[in-house]
């Protein structure tokens, strides 16, 4: 039989005591490496393991060794000399799969088969996964699942018995940078058994957490599967396990770090029993304790469960780790809040009350809240990092509440060409999207004032609420460190790419992958958002001159700046809603907008002018009451003013976010004069009005400059 046919017969075999691969001791001289297609010696020693176990590892003729070890999949685990282990192979299209993984007796039970997993995941990283298939009667779901391993599904086996087949995942987690859905995803969910129950039997009072599976949530709730779901799953029996198997399938897989979950599920048991002496008390709540440390270590912000005692026991973790443990209704009813925590809660978050100001040395202590203690740091780790940062003189910037108390710290500076951030958090509270996704702003803003292309974030210690809002703004892990693009740049696809592929280039990055010329307004606005402010120029990406009265320009747009203060609710808010009545020019999503101000009253004396730049992310069209209460908090008209835009009962909103602020507005005769060049024409907009590449880059690069 040809080496690459024995794939599709053949069952798994790993002994069982390796069951304990994330709490055994590993070898201290552990060495891995592929073997030569001329070691005969390594080879052999192979045959021979695999002959040890042959009861339980599928067929495999002795020339698939050799074969294996000339296509460099034959990988042998060494202690001096000695072969100890092996595993067995192949690349299939985009997936790794697995065939033998086997591990000499005297040495089970101490992270041999991990080891291997992990350094053939690392090699074949540009692959999508490592699959496995596995008969179910070994019992080795657990021992899968401490590899890093999921569970998809199973099928009857060939042999005589049809014993079940289980297909299992190791995933490798490839992240995409072109999504046809413009939302953003930034809730990250585990969900426990009853919902993931409900989910699959549809049970008469399973509506709740159905409702997590609606379409309006595709792209702004990712459902997660923890390894604490899989071991549940792999628990069940015969149909009833495959049928939960299928359900989870779409669910995202996460991996964690078994010392840290481990550490984790005891610091939780031991601050429970705190306030329920005896904790945990039954199998239940052990499950419930490993569903807490699995979603913490994964670095959730929530899981999801309807079993009340679990929120009321284990609600804490909160406060002390950022995961809030909610039940699917509150999910679903304040989804629009977590994605977009700054807009709905922007009084608490933007109102002048709060202050941001250096933290002067002999102050470090103030920012001891925000100590990362649950993953082993000590406040004075954190206080000495910021005391290393002030001797290299660099500033250390804090965000306070109108109490005093601090709410966010963060250090950023340029070197190298890149924008290093070796401090950024957040408190784990109910603020934590909101203020994540105002730091992230302001380091891009901070990195084109610096004149740089790229940020890199050094934390080792990000709150998950970080994590989650670096990762949405298209940040990648690169040796440890995360890197993001913030481009300041406008100028057609040629342009833009050749100067994000200088800055990989100074910050020793990977070159970001060619970008097609004329690129779908989707992937351009995609594109836009992860590396703004760039503006690629020759996509299909549409622009819009939008006019606004200066009284209402000063509060949604904070320009021009009066005599009074600019409404609290709106602040700094990264998104607004501009209403219009429907009709006239059919603006769609997503899209540029270019803000042009008309002149004022006495009390404004400003003259006309586009004065900013923003990015369309939506437009929606309702009942005026149906949207002014949907988006009363992130616009200025009142009820009444929105009722008299309404035509046939209806009224439109612009949803838009990322707002720049012109340094140098474009007043209206150079907007005139730029319009007749580009655009043949020299009118000023009355309502939106589209306007060529051209006449947008002209007036954006005027703008823009100081």
């Not at 992230?440 to 940020?455: E, P, Q, S, W």
């Amino acid at each position: 039989m040809a080496y690459t046919d024995t794939f599709h017969c053949m069952h798994m075999f790993v002994h069982t005591a390796l069951m304990s691969v994330d709490r055994a001791e590993s070898i201290s001289n552990l060495r891995l490496a592929p073997a030569d297609v001329g070691d005969e010696a390594g080879i052999k020693a192979a045959i021979a393991l695999g002959n040890r176990s042959r009861a339980r590892l599928g067929p495999m003729p002795f020339a698939a060794y050799t074969d294996a070890a000339a296509k460099g999949t034959l990988l042998l685990a060494y202690t001096g000399d000695q072969v100890i282990g092996y595993a067995l192979y192949a690349l299939a299209r985009s997936r790794v799969r697995l065939a033998h993984l086997c591990v000499d007796q005297a040495f089970r039970n101490r992270r041999v088969a991990l080891r291997m997993v992990e350094f053939i995941s690392d090699r074949h990283a540009d692959h999508l996964g490592i699959a496995v298939r596995c008969r179910h009667s070994y019992n080795l779901g657990e021992m899968w699942i401490k590899l890093g391993f999921a569970q998809l599904g199973e099928r009857p086996g060939r042999g005589k018995d049809r014993q079940a087949l289980v297909d299992w995942w190791r995933d490798h987690h490839h992240g995409h940078l072109f999504t046809p859905d413009p939302e953003t995803v930034l809730v990250r969910a585990a969900v426990d058994m009853n919902v993931l129950r409900d989910m699959a039997e549809q049970r008469h009072d399973s509506e709740e957490s159905q409702s997590l599976l609606a379409d309006h949530l595709i792209g702004l709730l990712e459902l997660v599967r923890t390894a604490a779901l899989d071991a549940e799953i792999n628990a069940m029996s015969g149909e009833r396990r495959a049928k939960f198997a299928r359900r989870a399938q779409p669910f995202t897989a996460v991996r964690t770090d078994p010392d840290r979950q481990a550490q984790l599920a005891r610091d939780i048991q031991n601050e429970a029993q705190a306030s329920s002496p005896g904790y945990p008390r039954t199998d239940q709540d052990r499950r419930d304790l490993q569903h807490v440390a699995d979603a913490v270590a994964a670095n959730l912000n929530v899981l999801i469960t309807r079993d009340e005692n679990l929120s009321r026991t284990l609600g804490f973790v909160e406060q002390r780790y950022g995961l809030r443990i909610l039940r699917p209704v509150d999910v679903v009813v304040h989804i629009d809040e977590l994605v977009r925590a700054e807009s709905y809660r922007p009084v608490e978050l933007l109102s002048t009350e709060y202050s941001r100001q250096l933290i002067g040395s002999g102050h470090e202590d103030d920012a001891v809240p925000l100590a990362d203690t649950g993953a082993g740091e000590r406040p004075r780790d954190l206080v000495n990092l910021m005391r290393g940062l002030a001797l290299a003189g660099h500033d250390r910037v804090g965000i306070f509440t109108p109490a005093g108390d601090i709410t966010a710290v963060f250090s950023a500076y340029a070197a190298a060409g890149v924008l290093e951030v070796p401090l950024l958090r957040v408190a784990n509270d109910g603020l934590a999207d909101t203020f994540a996704r105002q730091l992230m702003f302001l380091l891009r803003a901070h990195a084109g004032t610096a004149g740089v292309d790229v940020i890199r974030i050094r934390d080792p210690h990000l709150s998950p609420a970080v994590r989650i809002a670096v990762y949405n703004e298209g940040f990648h892990t690169v040796a440890g460190h995360l890197y993001g693009y913030a481009l300041h740049v406008a100028g057609p696809t040629a342009v833009v790419e050749h100067r994000a592929v200088l800055a990989a280039r100074q910050a020793g990055l990977p070159e970001p992958r060619p970008l097609r010329s004329s690129m779908p307004a989707v992937a351009a606005a995609e594109l836009e958002r992860v590396w703004w402010p760039a503006k690629i120029t020759d996509s299909v990406l549409p622009s819009y001159l939008i006019p606004i009265q200066q009284s209402y320009s000063a509060d949604l747009l904070g320009i021009p700046s009066g005599l009074l203060p600019r409404n609290n609710s709106l602040g700094l808010a990264r998104e607004h809603v501009y209403y219009k009545r429907p009709g006239g020019t059919q603006v769609k999503a997503p899209a540029r907008l270019l803000w042009y101000m008309s002149e004022g009253g006495s009390t404004t004396p400003q003259p006309a002018a586009v004065v900013a730049c923003s990015q369309l992310d939506e437009v929606v069209v309702g009942a005026p009451d149906e949207l002014h209460t949907r988006f009363q908090h992130l616009g200025v008209w009142d009820r009444a003013t929105v009722a008299q835009a309404a035509r046939r009962g209806n009224v439109q909103a612009l949803r838009f976010t990322n707002t720049e602020i012109f340094p140098t507005p474009v007043p209206r005769a150079r907007l005139r004069e730029l319009s007749q060049r580009y655009a043949s024409h020299d009118q000023v907009p009355f309502g939106p009005l589209p306007i060529p590449a051209d006449l947008f880059t002209a007036l954006y690069e005027e703008g823009r400059t100081p």
